[in-house]
Structures are given as structure tokens and as C-alpha cells.
């Protein structure tokens, strides 16, 4: 049996990137034309935020729980967990996190959004125009096919990002539905990283991203 220190972290995969990439492909055949559906969500959720209705924060909230708990159960426990035991974790932790968006924006009422919006709030609108719209397009750039691209809603890394968008973009900063997005980030980071991805920098850049946008204000009023 060899020593624990000649393994290499790429040792520990459980799954060849192949594999991983074929999976994307093969969800996003399955489910399509969905992406077309979210695509339209996330165009309505943009409008809703620049729009006055008072329950525009309670829809936006809704929409997002679904989105997020449509990517726990399609992707993650129902083919992500065919090849990677852990996803099964993933899956309710997705599903956890939508159970807070619904809890902090549908019951509560607490997601909301002002006309007037400060720095870090422009940086969550940018992240979520770039989740929406750009982040799919950039899996072309570092080599991926049409089939295997991510998008919004539909699959965890724009879900992710889009929705720590809405957060910074919010009036108040929601710290209990941040923790998981960010160990996401931390957590595909460092899968893609293992498997030599060129676009392994992408969600841990946005998790630096949204700590320094949310910290920041914080040092200030204190």
C-alpha cells in the first residue's frame, strides 16, 4: 500500500472530468427546453427588481426557492449523486437553502430592494446580469461544448452566483442564506481545480467578490 503523501489530490476523484462533463451534457439534453423557462425567470426577476410593486420581493423569493430546489433534486440527487456519492449532501443543502429564501422572502417578507442603490448593490445587479447572461457563454471559453454549459436555474454554479447577486443587491444583508452558496463556491472551486479546469478560479473569485462587498459596509458603520 503506497504512503498517504504520494497521493495526489486529483488521486481523490471520484469521478475522470469526463465523466463530469458528459453529465452536463446528458442533464441538459434531458431537461431542455427548462432553460428557456428559467432564462425567462431570471428576465423577470431583473424587471421585478426595478419595479415599486410591494410583493415583487415575495416573487422573486419564490422564484429563486425553485430554482434552487429544482437543481437539489434534477441535478444533484437525481444524476450528480450517480457519480459522486456526496452529492446527495449537496442536494439537501440546496434544498435547505431554498427553505431560507422562501422563509426570509415569501413568510417574512424581508427581501427588498431600493430605488437608491449603494456600491455593493450594483455589484450584485453585475453578478447576477452575469449569471444570467455571460457565465453560460464562458464555459465556451475554457473548452467546453454547447451541450455541457451551466445555466441559470437549472444548474448549481449560475443558480449560485445569481443569487448572491440578489442578496448583495438586496437593502439588507441576509447573512443566514449566505453560508451555503459560499461553501458551494469553495466546494466546486476546489473540484474543478482537482480535475486541472481552467475555470476553477470563477465561483471562488465570486465568493472573495461577496465578502468584500459585505464586509466592507460593515467595518464602515462600525
Known amino acids: 500500500m503506497s504512503e498517504w503523501w504520494t497521493y495526489r489530490p486529483s488521486d481523490f476523484l471520484l469521478f475522470a472530468p469526463?465523466?463530469?462533463?458528459?453529465?452536463?451534457?446528458?442533464?441538459?439534453?434531458?431537461?431542455?427546453?427548462?432553460?428557456?423557462?428559467?432564462?425567462?425567470?431570471?428576465?423577470?426577476?431583473?424587471?421585478?427588481?426595478r419595479s415599486h410593486a410591494?410583493?415583487?420581493g415575495r416573487l422573486i423569493a419564490a422564484m429563486l426557492a425553485a430554482c434552487w430546489l429544482w437543481v437539489a433534486w434534477a441535478f444533484h440527487w437525481q444524476?450528480?449523486?450517480?457519480?459522486?456519492?456526496?452529492?446527495?449532501?449537496?442536494?439537501v443543502g440546496?434544498?435547505?437553502?431554498?427553505?431560507?429564501?422562501?422563509?426570509?422572502?415569501?413568510?417574512?417578507?424581508?427581501?427588498?430592494?431600493?430605488?437608491?442603490?449603494?456600491?455593493?448593490?450594483?455589484?450584485?445587479?453585475?453578478?447576477f446580469v452575469f449569471a444570467l447572461i455571460?457565465?453560460?457563454?464562458v464555459g465556451l471559453l475554457f473548452g467546453r461544448e454547447w451541450l455541457q454549459l451551466e445555466?441559470?436555474?437549472?444548474?448549481?454554479?449560475?443558480?449560485?452566483?445569481?443569487?448572491?447577486?440578489?442578496?448583495?443587491?438586496?437593502?439588507?444583508?441576509?447573512?443566514?442564506?449566505?453560508?451555503?452558496?459560499l461553501l458551494w463556491c469553495l466546494l466546486d472551486g476546489a473540484t474543478l481545480w482537482v480535475m486541472n479546469a481552467t475555470d476553477a478560479f470563477v465561483l471562488p473569485s465570486v465568493a472573495?467578490?461577496?465578502?468584500?462587498?459585505?464586509?466592507r459596509p460593515s467595518a464602515?458603520?462600525?
Do not use: C, K
Open 208 to 215: 472573495l467578490l461577496v465578502l468584500l462587498s459585505t464586509l
Open 134 to 137: 455571460v457565465q453560460p457563454l
Open 151 to 181: 445555466f441559470f436555474g437549472v444548474t448549481p454554479n449560475p443558480t449560485v452566483v445569481a443569487t448572491l447577486g440578489l442578496l448583495l443587491a438586496a437593502n439588507r444583508i441576509h447573512w443566514i442564506a449566505l453560508p451555503i452558496p
Open 79 to 91: 444524476r450528480y449523486a450517480t457519480i459522486n456519492w456526496a452529492a446527495s449532501y449537496f442536494a
Open 54 to 56: 410591494p410583493w415583487r
Open 18 to 49: 469526463r465523466t463530469y462533463y458528459r453529465l452536463f451534457e446528458l442533464y441538459n439534453a434531458e431537461v431542455w427546453p427548462l432553460h428557456i423557462v428559467a432564462l425567462l425567470a431570471g428576465v423577470t426577476i431583473l424587471v421585478l427588481m
Open 220 to 222: 464602515a458603520r462600525r
Open 94 to 127: 440546496f434544498a435547505i437553502e431554498a427553505l431560507l429564501l422562501f422563509w426570509i422572502g415569501v413568510v417574512r417578507d424581508r427581501l427588498r430592494f431600493d430605488s437608491n442603490r449603494s456600491a455593493s448593490a450594483r455589484v450584485g445587479i453585475a453578478m
